[in-house]
């Protein structure tokens, strides 16, 4: 009898391991590592520079913890970024950067792989195809990854309809990224790909895009149409405000700080993630998106990052932050918040006060002079009513931004050489000339209206 038990008790433990979706990650996981474990490769870009924009390299920094203590090695994860923070002079804590308003310091340890004019689109997508000829500059490590092997690329930074930034050289537009991806895949030479990315409307960078099969799967902490946010807004000194982190970018790290990594999965991540960047539903959140084989998201958080055991768990914080309040802002009024923040604690009638207002004055001078160019090349190509509708127009879901890349970026081209270069704020004009373009304008019909919007 009570062999039979037994016999009893396994069966209903393995029909719960069998019929669970957690049961059934566990079961795959033990398999496929006794038949083809393979090497987990990371690459974390910070796409921007300067001390306003502070919380991109501080989550990626965090990100490599995060995985250092999850077992990567160094000689798999390679790291963008312009590393212009952690000795900047505003910094009150030279050599330390931090990615909470309470946490530990994330920089130390951190591989300069691709700093300064090395961290760029053409090194970025060497490292992915693991081109080590094409690269210029840096520590030389790509991607050297095997048929059995697990890969996870994060990126932070500005975005627009269509790109993202990087602090030197050329944007990288979304055409360009899928085609890396898609050469990535005709190699034949990994499992799988995860790939988080922080951005405002980074859901335009894979939306009508990235094709099924090629086993990638993606997040982004935006819809195509929408901006992300910042959070973790303090003074760090006593002269100026900056965000420590990205509301969407803070909420999957501390998530996988937090939690069992070789329990929950990427869609569990996704769902929490989700909940945590809309922000309540309030304007100051965002919706994260999902794109491209989403039956990977029921694979388990460490295959891609490592495990967080008691033995390898790295908590940035002294606390549990996840949910602490804190201010967020649109990561496109960062710079102007940092501006004013600096004007209001300058002393009255000080150098640093009129300094301030002359900056805080000159950025919002050059917003209103984007705004109301783009404004005017509208208006001069399809009359005063409909030239805001045609600008406007957001494409519906599963359509990409534009028909023909090439046209979009000559435009932006085009109006940066006439109206003076799109700042992170600027950027949000690129679905409109985007737009433009699939409208059928014409490059010298776009140059003579930027002409007569930004004359010399």
Not at 178 to 193: A, M
């Amino acid at each position: 009898m009570v062999q039979k038990n037994g016999v009893v008790s396994f069966l209903v433990v393995l029909f719960v391991i069998v019929c669970t979706a957690e049961g059934r990650n566990l079961l795959e996981s033990i398999v496929e590592d006794d038949n083809a474990t393979g090497t987990k490769w990371a690459v974390l870009v910070a796409g921007s520079n300067e001390w306003d924009n502070y919380r991109h390299q501080a989550d990626v920094c965090h990100a490599y913890q995060l995985l250092k203590k999850g077992g990567l090695k160094d000689e798999n994860i390679i790291v963008f970024m312009y590393d212009d923070i952690a000795y900047n002079k505003n910094n009150p804590r030279p050599g330390v950067i931090i990615n909470s308003p309470h946490g530990h310091d994330v920089y130390k340890g951190v591989p300069k792989d691709y700093t300064g004019k090395d961290c760029n689109a053409d090194n970025f997508f060497a490292v992915i195809l693991g081109n080590k000829s094409a690269l210029t500059g840096g520590s030389g490590k790509v991607v050297e990854n095997g048929p059995n092997d697990y890969i996870f690329i994060y990126y932070a930074d500005h975005g627009a309809p269509g790109l993202i930034g990087m602090p030197s050289g050329d944007d990288v537009y979304a055409d360009d990224l899928i085609k890396v991806l898609i050469k990535k895949h005709t190699f034949g030479i990994y499992s799988k790909l995860v790939f988080y990315m922080e951005a405002c409307e980074s859901g335009s960078m894979f939306d009508g895009l990235l094709p099924k099969g090629l086993n990638i799967y993606v997040t982004t902490a935006s819809k195509p149409d929408e901006g992300s946010w910042a959070t973790y807004c303090i003074s760090l000194g006593d002269e100026d405000v900056v965000c420590l982190g990205d509301l969407y970018s803070v909420a999957w790290l501390e998530d996988s700080d937090l939690h069992d990594r070789q329990v929950e999965t990427l869609e569990k991540q996704y769902q929490l993630v989700r909940k945590r960047t809309l922000n309540n539903g309030t304007e100051e959140g965002s919706h994260v998106m999902q794109y491209g084989d989403l039956h990977i998201s029921e694979d388990p958080l460490f295959r891609y990052m490592g495990s967080n055991s008691a033995k390898n768990s790295y908590n940035t914080s002294t606390n549990d932050e996840s949910w602490l309040p804190s201010r967020t802002v649109n990561q496109r009024d960062v710079h102007l918040m940092h501006l004013w923040s600096k004007f209001r604690s300058a002393p009255e009638g000080s150098a640093r006060k009129t300094e301030a207002q002359r900056q805080l004055r000159e950025a919002i001078s050059q917003r209103e002079h984007v705004d109301n160019s783009v404004r005017h090349i509208g208006e001069v190509l399809f009359g005063v009513e409909k030239g805001p509708e045609v600008l406007q127009t957001v494409r519906p879901a599963g359509q990409p931004l534009v028909d023909d890349w090439d046209c979009l970026k000559s435009f932006v081209k085009i109006f940066e050489s006439q109206c003076g270069k799109l700042t992170p704020y600027g950027r949000k004009h690129v679905r409109g000339f985007a737009n433009l373009c699939n409208a059928g304008i014409r490059r010298e019909q776009m140059a003579a209206a930027a002409k007569q919007a930004c004359p010399s």
